[in-house]
Each structure stands twice: as structure tokens, then as C-alpha cells.
């Protein structure tokens, strides 16, 4: 069985530019979350999709968006992307009676 | 609001000695516990959970945990150090719903000597 995957692996931008970053759940699984892992700032949760709905979002602001496609696969979007929104994005995966979110390898963000 | 404690930065340990790594937590109802690990430049990898049942957790790579509800604890223990245990470690609670977001603490750095 896959683990979540995620892509790209590592993305380079410039500020002011935008960032799409992609996560395929465990097949089966329905929930994606997101979450940031900044130096310093440690794992903050971003958002959370579930059968194709945003059921919950963090303290992030608007710019910070995604959705989910009906195959669960999941997008994240950072438009005007600033200095600080450079971390390792990850995202994880939930279905069924586990009550377990499975996580993926992340991808790392880097605005110069 | 729910919330856990890791009250160590970094746990220092020999190989082939025990290893408990703390964490401590908060919430309103019954806790949902995690404890993940994070190899360096690596996602987080699922160790073991609490969510009902005995307090005693036994989970990956032959780690453990105690769910003490008096002390509103949940430490990661192992009973003998291996230096591939070397990682940050997280423990986190579920929000107030049980498909609710994780609450991740501060993490703790893992260091096993040979």
C-alpha cells in the first residue's frame, strides 16, 4: 500500500509569487490536512478537508488556501508569498475508524 | 482549550540504556494522544496512540507509553536506547473533536550515544 505523497519535493520562489503544493492521501483515506512547519514556530495546523469540504482552518491568513479533488488528492496555494511563509509544508492524511492522521514526506518551501 | 507540554528541548541517553521522553497535556473531555518521531528532513512517522483502554501503549520500533491521567501525562518510553532512535520527537493531542486538527508540542530532540 502508498503512503501519502506529496510534490514537488522542494520549491524555490521569490516573494510576491505564488506556490501550489500537492498531497495524494492513503488510498481509502477521505481527510487531508495541512500543516506548516516553520524554524522556530514548530507544527501549526493550516487546513483541513474532508469529503471535499474545508471543515476547519488555522490562524493563517487568506492567502493560505487549497481544496480537495473528488479522488481526495488535496492542493495547497500560498499566493503573495513572503519571507516567513518559507518551511516544510505538511500534509497528512485520515479515513475510517483509525483516528490517525499518516503523514507525508513534506514539501519544502523556500521564498528568497 | 487543548494543549501539550514538552518540557524537554533535547534527551540525552546511552545506547542500550531506557529512554523516556515527556510530555504533558491539557484538554476539555477525554484526551486523544500521539506521539510521531521526525527523522531530518523527513515527514513525521506515527509511533503509537492513546485513545481509550489500558494506559499502557505499546507501538513501533518497540517504543511505549504510560497514559497517566492523574498527572495528565503521556511520556514515550523505551526500554533500551538504540542510536538510530536519534530523531525529534513529537507528542500531540487531537482537538476538541476526535477528527479535529492536531495540537503538536514543541518537539524533543533525541540524542542516543554510542
Known amino acids: 500500500e502508498a503512503g501519502v505523497t506529496q510534490s514537488p519535493t522542494h520549491l524555490i520562489k521569490t516573494r510576491g509569487q505564488q506556490a501550489t503544493l500537492r498531497c495524494s492521501p492513503i488510498?481509502?483515506?477521505?481527510?487531508v490536512y495541512w500543516y506548516q512547519q516553520a524554524l522556530g514556530l514548530g507544527l501549526q495546523f493550516l487546513l483541513w478537508?474532508?469529503?471535499?469540504?474545508?471543515?476547519n482552518r488555522g490562524n493563517f491568513p487568506p492567502r493560505f488556501s487549497g481544496r480537495q479533488f473528488p479522488n481526495y488528492s488535496s492542493e495547497l496555494n500560498v499566493n503573495a508569498l513572503e519571507l516567513e511563509d518559507s518551511a516544510l509544508y505538511l500534509c497528512?492524511?485520515?479515513?475510517?475508524?483509525?483516528?490517525?492522521?499518516?503523514f507525508g514526506p513534506g514539501t519544502r518551501l523556500t521564498v528568497l | 482549550a487543548q494543549s501539550v507540554a514538552q518540557p524537554e528541548d533535547q534527551v540525552n541517553v546511552a545506547e542500550g540504556n531506557p529512554l523516556t521522553v515527556k510530555c504533558t497535556y491539557s484538554?476539555?473531555?477525554?484526551?486523544?494522544l500521539f506521539w510521531y518521531v521526525q527523522y531530518p528532513n523527513r515527514g513525521l512517522q506515527f509511533l503509537l496512540k492513546?485513545?481509550?483502554?489500558?494506559?499502557l501503549v505499546k507501538g513501533s520500533y518497540g517504543f511505549e507509553a504510560e497514559f497517566n491521567k492523574s498527572q495528565t501525562s503521556f511520556h514515550l518510553k523505551k526500554p533500551s536506547a538504540l542510536v538510530s532512535d536519534s530523531a525529534l520527537y513529537f507528542c500531540a493531542v487531537r482537538g476538541i473533536y476526535n477528527t479535529d486538527k492536531l495540537i503538536f508540542g514543541t518537539g524533543t530532540r533525541l540524542q542516543v550515544f554510542p
Open positions: 484538554v476539555s473531555g477525554n484526551p486523544y
Open positions: 488510498s481509502g483515506h477521505t481527510s
Open positions: 497528512a492524511g485520515e479515513g475510517g475508524p483509525t483516528d490517525t492522521q499518516y
Open positions: 492513546y485513545i481509550t483502554g489500558d494506559n
Open positions: 478537508y474532508d469529503e471535499g469540504e474545508e471543515r
